[in-house]
């Protein structure tokens, strides 16, 4: 079964200082891997995915995360947070057992981001 | 966004009374989906459609249907709403193929069931 681990609920940074959010995931299958961010009163967004191609993979606005098999990870960082990095994240597996990709969501990190 | 739009954004509805969310696509998709989004659980699959009149149950479906007429409308039906169902629903659209592993996300339906 798929599942994943997000190992924060809650992250604070100040602005300029390195992002770091935590997941760890559980699968039976060479999985597909994604973090998605979701600001305030809006939708989800894709920020980057993992499809068993190269294991660092980079993202928007200057994220990235690296797959490591061996730890189970994929945990997202970025260099230098900006204000607007404030948001929910959230790491999430795909399911391709069945006909369509049904993905399985973490319970989210919530950055903030302190002027 | 990725041409997807939910209907309607927001709605108060009272216990007991049905009450169907719609979710439209103009990306021609195969599959589409009904998630739920609840503090501290992430987002849960309700339903998923994998074709026209296709539809298969997700982790969460007790209490809910969708139907699947056409390719771009995908309708989430709560037939006899509870108060535990009010939520934010998102839909999300998937193609095949190469890059058919993403999902694209709508902007999310917030309901309220007094």
């Known amino acids: 079964a798929q599942s994943v681990t997000q190992l924060d609920s809650h992250v604070s940074v100040s602005e300029g200082t390195p992002v770091l959010l935590r997941c760890n995931y559980s699968s039976s299958y060479s999985p597909s891997l994604f973090w998605y961010v979701q600001h305030p009163n809006k939708g989800l967004q894709l920020l980057l995915k993992?499809?068993?191609?190269?294991?660092l993979v980079k993202g928007i606005n200057g994220f990235e995360a690296e797959f490591k098999k061996s730890e189970t990870s994929f945990h997202l960082t970025k260099p230098s947070a900006h204000m607007s990095d404030a948001a929910e994240y959230f790491c999430?597996?795909?399911?391709?057992?069945?006909?369509?990709?049904?993905?399985?969501f973490g319970t989210g990190t919530r950055l903030t981001v302190i002027p | 966004d990725a041409g997807i739009t939910q209907s309607p954004r927001h709605k108060v509805t009272e216990t007991g009374t049905p009450v169907t969310l719609r979710c439209h696509q103009t990306?021609?998709?195969?599959?589409m989906y009904w998630y739920r989004q609840d503090p501290g659980h992430g987002l849960r699959l309700i339903h998923y459609s994998y074709g026209v009149k296709d539809t298969d149950k997700g982790e969460v479906s007790d209490g809910y249907s969708v139907s699947r007429s056409k390719t771009e409308d995908f309708l989430l039906t709560l037939e006899s709403a509870t108060s535990s169902q009010t939520s934010v629903y998102f839909c999300?659209?998937?193609?095949?193929?190469?890059?058919?592993?993403?999902?694209?996300f709508g902007p999310g339906t917030r309901l309220l069931v007094l």
């Open positions: 999430v597996v795909s399911d391709r057992t069945a006909g369509a990709n049904n993905l399985f």
């Open positions: 993992y499809t068993s191609a190269a294991t």
């Open positions: 990306e021609n998709h195969r599959y």
């Open positions: 999300a659209i998937s193609g095949t193929g190469i890059g058919g592993e993403t999902q694209y």
